[in-house]
């Protein structure tokens, strides 16, 4: 069996990959489910959603590790990643506006958490 050195897998631990977090239910209960965009298959879930981003890490090195034993290649971060955050202004009508800022309290985001995750999953 092949073996894998822990300095290998971290190094893929500090690239900025992208995550999304999302609200999910069960049973009645809330949970937060996190995903690596590039990696698929690499999810945690948590009670929060500061929950499920600190298990995504062990997740991604599972992933990683798994990968390189594989000899899988492993995708790098995608261009949408931390170093290339862009900024742009959104117009919109107030009263569309409005229902954005309420359905973003509604779930407990910020608007621009919201927006993110309704573009995300478009």
Known sequence: MKKIKKQEIEKYLTLPYSFIITP?????????????????????????????????????YDWIETALLDEYEIPEPSINSAKSRKNFTLRMPGKLENEVKIQAELEKKSVNQFILDKLAHA
């Open 24 to 60: 999910d239910e069960d049973n009645g209960k809330t949970y937060y489910v996190c995903k690596i965009a590039e990696l698929p298959g690499c999810i945690a879930h948590g009670k929060t959603a500061i929950e499920a981003q600190k298990n995504i890490k062990d997740a991604i």
